[in-house]
């Protein structure tokens, strides 16, 4: 299958490359990026007016099998991130059972394998069945071929098992990804402690419930020598604490979520589960360091914590009903609208954020830049589309998203990943007229 996308703008993190070319594709590789090409193809894509971005890589992910699949599949899931121009997307462990051995690991990929139309990457436990009381099998997850280990979901808080896994982690070359919430302090808070929780009288969750797991985590894997990468960070002093790593040289990345940069707890609607996360929604002005960080590259990764769940325990009320918002339908939209639109970072950077990096992070070398030679895994988008977001379209069995009526402006128009069209925004509107 060979492949022509003409007239894009071509944006490449890794040559810094923006400029109107075509892309030739075939045996699932860039071939050829030029002005003008005339190549025989099996199929001409016209991207003009649209930006072609190194495929979409979102490093986190709740895919839900095994165990919780009335919330989210791997068939489901995987379809959802095509739709959400992801090419490559990451699986949480958090599972019932947790996946913390290689077979466990095998399961999805063997499964994804066959259900999936995009690449899907499993990580593994840091401890036996996330218990937090010993490191679990990581060498045997590691020769089963996942992308890094992690807790998400909870944080290990036992400090001295926390380095023990570290250290394995570092022997294996894996990535630690690190869900930070100091659990002896949530008290069970289920969102943001400021004068709206208590205007509520709903249990909050402090900034320190999440700085001081940052900073432990830093020191410790610094001093282990473990590349660390921070999940779905909230806070004023997150931001702090990751300008200060970096300028340090320590080896730490850190993400955000559309979530975070695109509401603050002033946003929520009184009893509405769809604004309740973990992190929660933080202070306005928490939000505005988040933006201030991506704009500064303090920031270096937007990935959505994806979190399906059903309409029944969504439910249930503020304080029970389980944290989570669903984000692969979602990310690109808002990304665009919230940052590259209002000038909070440029199209080079979204490239980076939501491509690039990412794929530095879980050492996919032929990944994350549309260079010739590199994987044919490419997101073409439509950066004027605009539309109002509907849970009835979303392909996820999770409907849980406090932006369903938002109007947004971007959408992601196909999906490319090794060199098939994976999702087709036209072919899909057809399919709904027919
Ligand atoms: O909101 C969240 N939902 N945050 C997490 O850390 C876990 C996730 C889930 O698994 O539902
Ligand atoms: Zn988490």
């Not at 900034?207 to 410790?220: F, G, H, Y």
């Not at 992190?279 to 360091?289: A, M, S």
């Not at 919230?338 to 794929?359: C, D, F, H, N």
């Amino acid at each position: 299958m060979s492949l022509l996308i003409k007239d894009g703008r071509v944006i490449d993190p890794a040559t810094k490359l923006d400029d109107i070319c075509d892309v030739f594709i075939e045996n699932n590789k860039v071939m050829k990026i030029g002005k003008d090409l005339k190549i025989d193809v099996d199929r001409v894509i016209d991207a003009s007016g649209h930006l072609v971005m190194p495929g979409l890589i979102d490093l986190h992910v709740h895919l839900r099998d095994p165990g919780f699949t009335y919330k989210e599949d791997i068939a489901t899931g995987s379809r959802a991130a095509a739709k959400g121009g992801f090419t490559t997307i990451v699986a949480m462990p958090n599972t019932k059972p947790p996946i913390d051995s290689s077979d466990r690991v095998n399961y999805v990929t063997v499964k994804a394998k066959k259900l999936s139309p995009v690449h899907v990457l499993q990580t593994g436990c840091v401890t036996k069945g996330m218990k937090g009381e010993e490191p679990a099998d990581i060498r045997g997850m590691a020769k089963a071929g996942i992308a890094a280990i992690t807790e998400d979901g909870k944080s290990v808080m036992n400090t001295r098992v926390y380095k023990d896994a570290m250290i394995l982690a570092r022997q294996c070359h894996l990535p630690v990804f690190a869900h930070c919430e100091d659990k002896n302090l949530v008290q069970g808070g289920c969102m943001n402690e400021d004068e709206i929780s208590r205007a509520w009288h709903l249990p909050g969750i402090t900034n320190a419930v999440e700085d001081v797991i940052v900073a432990r985590d830093i020191i410790l894997a610094d001093e282990v020598g473990v590349p660390l990468h921070l999940c779905h960070c909230s806070t004023k002093n997150c931001y702090y604490m990751v300008k200060a790593a970096k300028e340090a040289g320590m080896q730490v990345t850190a993400e955000v979520c559309p979530h975070h940069f695109t509401l603050s707890s002033d946003d929520m609607k009184e009893g509405d589960t769809n604004y309740k996360m973990n992190p929660p929604l933080r202070t306005r002005e928490d939000l505005e360091y988040l933006r201030k960080g991506l704009n500064e590259d303090v920031f270096d990764i937007i990935s959505t914590d994806h979190a399906p769940h059903s309409a029944e325990e969504k439910e249930q009320g503020m304080e029970d009903a389980p944290f989570g918002i669903v984000g692969l339908e979602t990310s690109v939209a808002l990304t665009i609208t919230e940052l590259v639109k209002p000038g909070v970072i440029t199209w080079m950077q979204m490239a980076e954020k939501m491509s690039y990096r990412p794929a530095r992070v879980i050492r996919q070398d032929k990944k994350g830049s549309i260079a010739e030679g590199m994987d044919a895994d490419i997101t073409i988008i439509d950066p004027e589309a605009e539309y109002v977001i509907d849970t009835s379209t979303f392909v996820s069995k999770g409907k849980n998203t406090p932006f369903h009526g938002k109007k947004v402006t971007g959408r992601v128009s196909y999906t490319i990943c090794d060199g098939k069209v994976v999702y087709s925004q036209s072919e899909e509107s057809d399919a709904d007229l027919q």
